[in-house]
């Protein structure tokens, strides 16, 4: 069974400086049926304008991926950590018992483009931690990349929850296929471009639940970039 989360259906805010789109309930926008899928709590769709961002702020008991697709992404945080984050770097954050931090963008020119993801965790109060990594282009292309994992394998971030998380940069006409073990679930979400999910046509910033489904077929429309979520 597949369900689709169209782009256009998102919450949608635009403070001047931010510009954000929200598949799940988060801050002003809320809808009590789009509380997140299984473990998968926010996705956020956020473009900043130059010589802005986040200031400080905090976070509790929350697993926080972020993916840049366009620009850079500065991150310092309470742990001491400073960071730029760019296209095919993947950046986790536990903030566990209690984190702060910026994100911010110093470009004088160019926008920064990016999905802010958060997970709920194993469990609460785990001590605060931070990873990033970034990915090399040949590993995304034409393939599905594993770049989050409970267990860290292949190179992956290492996430606090039995969930992985997958990325693929696919060429027009490219197929590649997931299995889904024994009660998992999926959520697929475009980056950019257009690809069919088991025969359903998805687009840019559309997502798509899929339970009760063994094997996904994913094919691209033309060159698409995508993030494919593994859950209990």
Do not use: C
């Amino acid at each position: 069974m597949i369900t689709v989360r169209r782009a256009a259906e998102r919450g949608q805010e635009n403070y001047g400086w931010l510009d954000t789109r929200h598949t799940f309930s988060f801050g002003e926008y809320h809808d009590a049926s789009r509380m997140g899928f299984r473990t998968l709590r926010v996705i956020n769709e956020d473009r900043v304008r130059p010589e802005s961002g986040f200031g400080q702020h905090s976070h509790r008991d929350m697993e926080i991926v972020s993916y840049v697709i366009d620009g850079e992404l500065a991150h310092e945080d309470s742990m001491g950590t400073g960071s730029v984050i760019r296209p095919g770097d993947v950046q986790r954050m536990t903030a566990g018992t209690g984190v702060t931090h910026s994100e911010w963008n110093h470009s004088k020119t160019d926008s920064v483009h990016f999905l802010q993801i958060w997970l709920l965790p194993e469990r609460r109060g785990l001590p605060p931690s931070y990873e990033q990594k970034t990915l090399p282009p040949a590993e995304l292309q034409d393939q599905l990349r594993l770049v989050a994992s409970r267990d860290g394998r292949d190179g992956s971030l290492t996430i606090h929850q039995d969930a992985a998380i997958y990325a693929a940069r696919l060429s027009a006409g490219v197929e590649v296929a997931h299995t889904l073990a024994a009660h998992r679930h999926a959520w697929v979400q475009v980056v950019r471009g257009a690809i069919e999910v088991n025969g359903t046509a998805l687009a840019t910033g559309d997502g798509a639940a899929l339970s009760d489904d063994a094997r996904l077929m994913i094919r691209a429309q033309g060159d698409a970039e995508l993030l494919l979520f593994d859950l209990d």
